[in-house]
């Protein structure tokens, strides 16, 4: 069993950053693939951005593209998501999930999630 744990939530005015960190407990998540997932009020959870257990398979959704930046520390049994130049329409519960099955796409289909954490972008 993995518990994932979000922090790193929070309110920040358009232009700013923010980095969100998903820390594992129960279990190591060096073999796993992670995923960020947002969810929107009354929206379906998006996804986000994934990484792979060796970090050299990266996939982002086209709305982050060149703002947000996926990465991981398998030594902290922590993974990142570092948001910059925040918009607005980021604003949502944003949520990691861990799979042990490789990394193929940007699928939604994890077996372990968080709470989520709450990011609201400022206009």
């Known amino acids: 069993q993995v518990q994932l744990v979000e922090s790193g939530g929070g309110l920040v005015q358009a232009g700013g950053s923010l980095r969100l960190s998903c820390t594992a407990s129960?279990?190591?998540?060096?073999?796993?693939?992670v995923g960020w997932f947002q969810q929107a009020p009354g929206k379906e959870r998006k996804f986000v951005a994934a990484?792979?257990?060796?970090?050299?398979?990266?996939y982002y959704a086209d709305s982050v593209k060149g703002r947000f930046t996926i990465s991981r520390d398998n030594a902290k049994n922590t993974v990142y998501l570092q948001m910059n130049s925040l918009k607005p329409e980021d604003t949502a519960v944003y949520y990691c999930?861990?799979?042990?099955?490789?990394?193929?796409?940007?699928?939604?289909?994890?077996?372990?999630w968080g709470q989520g954490t709450q990011v609201t972008v400022s206009s």
């Open positions: 999930a861990a799979d042990p099955s490789p990394l193929t796409g940007r699928g939604v289909q994890y077996d372990y």
């Open positions: 129960g279990r190591t998540l060096t073999f796993f693939r």
């Open positions: 990484i792979n257990w060796s970090a050299d398979k990266i």
